[in-house]
């Protein structure tokens, strides 16, 4: 796989998307940690431990990544794809910023 490099706009995303009124649903949550973790590749998934059999959350976040990876999506493409979702959140719950 090769590096793909943080886009400005993904990067402006993760930080708002600490900045929301509310918090977001699990599966909101869920979808952005696939998309984040898609997006960075820090590590690729495929380096990337399997969870305990007892840590649930754990889990749900690697099997959401899993979905996106499965899917083909591309680490650009995910970067993408998470700053439209953390937009989508922002006028959702609203914004401090």
């Known amino acids: 796989m090769t590096f793909t490099p943080k886009t ?3 990067e402006k995303a993760v ?4 900045n929301l ?3 977001p649903d699990n599966d909101e949550l869920l ?3 696939s998309l984040f973790k898609q997006g960075s590749q ?9 969870p305990g ?7 749900a976040k690697y099997n959401a990544w899993k979905q996106v990876e499965d899917e083909g999506v591309s680490a650009k493409d995910a970067q993408e794809k998470y700053v439209k979702k953390v ?3 922002k006028e959702k719950y609203g914004f401090e910023g």
Request: net charge positive; aromatic share 12%; hydrophobic share 40%.
């Open 31 to 33: 979808e952005l940690y």
């Open 53 to 59: 059999m007892f840590d649930l959350t754990g889990k």
């Open 8 to 10: 400005p706009a993904f």
């Open 87 to 89: 937009n989508a959140l």
């Open 15 to 18: 930080k708002d998307s600490r």
């Open 42 to 50: 820090d590590p690729p998934f495929a380096e990337a431990p399997k």
């Open 21 to 23: 009124k509310a918090k």
